[in-house]
């Protein structure tokens, strides 16, 4: 199978670097966040009912396409904070500073629950030699928490040209609007002709695979599959491929070999 030559690559995050043990950490984390956010003075004492319902009110708004939003020319951070001061009826900019500060106090106490991807931090040690690299992630959280998860995934966050963010993104995965987004970022950084010169790296078909709808071909880590490409779904302009993170240096540097 001929392997095409790329000018950039973006790789996903969770599950693709770092692997988590989602509904411990999920769980321990939105009980240690309710506690604060009931007691944090700028949030005036809501009720943990209230804080809850506003955490559940963020997920469902991140997860609506952002054409479809009340707010679609806010980045998902100002959404959050938005939707999260209208549930606890205070300032926009309260909301902020509260969501924020929570954060940040809660997220490094479950470190516990992550740990690298076996054969990711060397896939990005060989890999940011050869082609400039962007990080994307869901762009749920804020930058400085996105790269505690990059450092629990064995990797430096220095390794990236730009990270996907809450604070720089305006959609989420896995819609077209988030992906065009991101092209746009890292076009106005390093050359990229088409989106066809982009090859997108993930784990998940669901969250990953719809990059190929938007013209970026697409490779998905399944360590054990053997390497082959992805018969194409409907909608999908970009071809796809799948195998380990070994079938994956080898298909980057067959490219580079020819170009």
């Known amino acids: 199978m001929s392997a095409p030559s790329f000018q950039q690559i973006t790789i996903d995050l969770d599950g693709t670097l770092v692997q988590f043990r989602e509904i411990p950490a999920g769980t321990e984390f939105i009980l240690r966040s309710v506690r604060k956010f009931s007691r944090d003075p700028k949030s005036d004492n809501p009720s943990w009912i209230r804080s809850l319902k506003g955490l559940r ?28 001061a209208e549930r606890l009826e205070i300032p926009v900019e309260e909301a902020k500073t509260v969501l924020l500060r929570v954060m940040r ?81 890292i076009s106005a950084l390093a050359p990229l002709n088409s989106p066809a010169d982009c090859l997108h790296i993930g784990n998940e078909l669901i969250m990953d695979l719809p990059a190929t709808r938007v013209g970026i071909p697409t490779f998905i880590i399944q360590p054990g599959v053997p390497f082959q490409k992805i018969q194409n779904a409907r909608g999908e302009l970009a071809p796809a491929w799948t195998g380990s993170f070994k079938d994956l240096q080898n298909f980057i540097q067959e490219g580079l070999s020819k170009s």
Do not use: C
């Open 105 to 185: 106090e809660v997220f490094p106490k479950i470190s516990r629950y992550f740990a690298p991807i076996p054969g990711a931090p060397e896939f990005i040690q060989w890999a940011k030699g050869k082609l400039p690299l962007t990080l994307a992630t869901n762009p749920v959280w804020p930058k400085d928490l996105v790269e505690h998860r990059v450092r629990w995934a064995a990797v430096d966050p220095a390794s990236f040209q730009f990270i996907t963010h809450a604070e720089n993104m305006h959609a989420t995965k896995p819609t077209g609007h988030y992906y065009r987004e991101l092209l746009k970022h």
């Open 57 to 84: 009110d963020i997920k469902n708004e991140l997860k609506r396409p952002s054409i479809f939003s009340e707010y679609p020319e806010a980045t998902n951070m100002e959404r959050s904070a938005i939707v999260f």
